[in-house]
């Protein structure tokens, strides 16, 4: 198995852009309608590009509730999705999805299927709120991922771990 071109990117944030809004929501819409045999709890704009003012990586996260993770692989496949192995992914609460763009080069979205039920759902929607609402954290969160691009923008895997400290404290602390 080849590994693709998008699987080398580096995490280069650039500012917030209110297209990265719309260019969700048409997914988002495309998505509900694709997976509504399994959708549960829905489609969901996630990660920092669903956040205004904050800083990102210029990639659209989903996340789909589902009655069955495992089976929406196929459908997803037809359209266009590229199926990150279990084994390579090694996140065992999802299953995970990469949209390429039409080069196959870079990555336009990612979508995360989480089985109905997962905390991680509720996780992933706080967090976000958070950031939404709190400006202080948003600043925070902000200035921490720039710093990680930085020194660490060279492995996507370690810039993302490395983001998990602060997300389960935020998570912990109570609402603004």
Known sequence: MSVPPWA?????LHPHDPRWAVSAEVERDRLVELLAPWLVD??????STAVPGLAAKPIIDLMASVANRDAVVGVLVADGWAHVPPELDRQDWRRFFVRPDATGQR????LHVIGAGHPRWADQLAFRDALRHDEDLRNRYQALKLDLAHRLGHDREAYTDAKTGFIRAALRRPAP
């Open 107 to 110: 990555r336009v979205a990612h």
């Open 8 to 12: 080398y990117e580096k995490a280069v």
């Open 42 to 47: 829905g489609v969901e704009h996630v990660g």
